[in-house]
């Protein structure tokens, strides 16, 4: 057998490390910026780390356990849907003063994902209900926007 088919033996590292414990806090600190409404990119820039990290990081943390999620969901729910709610805000904006049809897309993909963080089926009329419907109405151009 040679060495490059030989398996590798899984590096464990004491459990008072620096590494490990610089770590550990950064862990501790990503989580707290998510909690603060950091996206996974801001908190990856702030900590010097991969967004692939943070992402793995804030998977684990909460996974680990129940109970802590249990706890958690609620903020984290609570945080996504200010976070998409004020995104709406800003596309419904576009839709309205600019005619933007990428916002009016982003308006629906929103209400999509609203209505699966709610387990709604988006053609559902539950979700309808819950979601409301999604009406854009789109200014028609005037004689001043076509001499442009």
Not at 3 to 10: G, L, N, Q, V
Not at 52 to 69: G, K, N, P, Y
Not at 70 to 78: K, Y
Not at 98 to 105: F, K, S
């Amino acid at each position: 057998m040679d060495r490059r088919s030989a398996p590798r033996a899984k590096r464990i590292e004491p459990h008072n490390t620096p590494d490990r414990q610089l770590r550990q806090q950064k862990k501790a600190a990503a989580i707290e910026m998510r909690l603060r409404y950091w996206t996974e990119t801001q908190i990856a820039q702030q900590l010097g780390v991969s967004q692939m990290t943070i992402s793995r990081w804030l998977a684990e943390a909460f996974h680990a356990d129940e109970e802590q999620v249990r706890t958690l969901a609620p903020s984290l729910r609570a945080m996504e849907a200010q976070r998409q709610d004020a995104l709406a805000r800003r596309m419904l904006d576009a839709v309205e003063e600019q005619g933007d049809t990428t916002a009016a897309q982003v308006l629906v993909r929103l209400h999509m994902l609203r209505a699966k963080a709610y387990g709604l089926d988006v053609g559902s009329p539950d979700a309808n209900i819950l979601m409301g419907p999604i009406i854009v109405e789109v200014p028609s151009p005037t004689a001043a926007d076509e001499r442009c």
